[in-house]
């Protein structure tokens, strides 16, 4: 299992850094002329997926830097939101996650877009309100995101991505039961 979600982290971040790399040398090419356009989005979203036997909801919000309408670059957090119980715990798990998302957007029609990106960053599982006591993770979550634009600044969003969980050390909380495929909808409002 800790080979697989090696090789998860190892293909994610070789896409992102393959997508990334390819739009700043488009930028660069572009720059001089004074060709490329900059806009940007904030998303709120909820999520929703597996944890060991018990649905967790997550909510967050992401926000992103977009180059050419097609390069962005930004920030993304979401947190575990509903109670998902533990065997040996009392205390109903926490979660939350932080990190870089680097995303890039594919216009198939007027209205309608697909975009593909990668989470990069770290978060947190624990059982009590300490801060102190949680275990920190590595996270790595690629996302397919189907994009139906509402009006020139409104997108709605439906997502599908694989949460890739790597360091969790608390007992009966591996990282296969917090790592796991995930659904949701994401409301994207912003300069396209």
Known sequence: ????LKK???LSSLISA???????????????SGEYVSGGYGA????????????GIFTG???AWIVNHQYALGLAAYTLVNNVPVPGYQEPLQYGVVGANFEYIYPVATDFSIASSVLLGGGFDDFNDNPDSADGLFIA???INFLYSVTKNFKIGVNGSYRAVADSDLAGVSNHKLSGFTYGLGLNFGSF
């Open 44 to 55: 709120p979203f909820t999520k929703i997926s597996r944890i060991g036997d018990t649905d």
């Open 61 to 63: 919000i992401k926000g």
């Open 1 to 4: 299992m800790l080979l697989d």
């Open 18 to 32: 393959t997508v990334f790399a390819q739009g700043v040398g488009k930028m660069e090419e572009m720059a001089p």
């Open 8 to 10: 998860i982290i190892c």
């Open 141 to 143: 979550e690629p996302e």
